[in-house]
């Protein structure tokens, strides 16, 4: 699903009108007939349709990420796809003014790069991330990861943004990261830690274990790279969930 095939972010448009909108084959912006819907909605749907297509030929989805809810923005997901930077962090602790961002990985186009404080961690780095991103993925990251860079760092993190926990409760998926991978069958190879324990690895560090750095990076990495394919099979499943069974048929 693309968000082409979408008309939920319309001002005015629920479900219930995108789902008649769909039940009457207009299942493209390319399809659509104003004539299922009344004047008014037409009129704004025609204008996010022109104004929509604009956005993706500049490849902006930032209009779609701030109309749709954060259950709903795995729409866009395929139009940018490629250009995803997904992101997870590890800290010292919650609260962004009293603990540190230990490491900062993303991975992008098959491609996981990991910043550990101390080294390589930035402000400048994480602005580049960012700026290079049209989107961001991430788990929980909209309370947490996103908000905590922009306090330690003060970086401007607004880009288009995915969060995954809220699309994986659409599909009943709770529990956590690390349970819902269990959940969805994607494997892990690197070491099953929790957060405590990467907040002791972190102190470890610091008193002369490299081993326990290592570690940490390499529980990091993985949090972040299986963020690929979660994203890919909670895209999947809402699309046969919301699409599919209104339409009869999947999307070209």
């Known amino acids: 699903m693309q968000i082409e095939n979408s008309f939920l ?17 207009i299942t493209h912006w390319d399809e659509f007939d104003g004539s299922v819907v009344g004047p008014t909605v037409a009129d704004r749907i025609e204008t996010f349709i022109d104004d929509g297509r604009r956005h993706l030929e500049a490849g902006d989805v930032s209009p779609f990420a701030e109309a749709l809810p954060a259950a709903s923005r795995w729409r866009f997901f395929e139009n940018v796809r490629d250009d995803v930077c997904y992101l997870d962090i590890e800290t010292t602790g919650l609260d962004a003014s009293r603990h540190d961002v ?11 790069r990991t910043y550990v404080n101390g080294q390589d961690l930035t402000r400048d780095r994480l602005q580049t991330e960012f700026n290079d991103a049209s989107a961001l993925v991430t788990f929980n990251g909209q309370r947490f990861d996103v908000p905590f860079l922009e306090t330690a760092f003060d970086v401007d993190a607004s880009v288009p943004h995915i969060d995954l926990m809220y699309p994986c409760r659409k599909l009943d ?8 991978e ?3 069958g994607i494997d892990r190879d690197q070491p099953d830690i929790s957060g405590r324990d990467a907040v002791r690895l972190w102190h470890q560090y610091e008193r002369g274990d ?9 529980y990091n990495r993985a949090d972040t790279a299986n963020l690929e394919p979660l994203m890919e099979t909670v895209a999947e499943r809402l699309h046969e969930s919301v699409f599919e069974p209104v339409c009869g048929r999947g999307l070209e």
């Open 9 to 25: 972010p319309v001002h005015g448009v629920g479900e219930t009108t995108e789902r008649r909108l769909w039940e009457h084959g």
């Open 102 to 112: 230990t490491t900062v990985s993303v991975h992008r186009r098959g491609e996981t």
């Open 173 to 180: 998926l709770t529990g956590g990261l690390k349970r819902i």
């Open 182 to 184: 269990r959940d969805l």
């Open 210 to 218: 490299q081993d326990a750095l290592e570690t940490l990076v390499r």
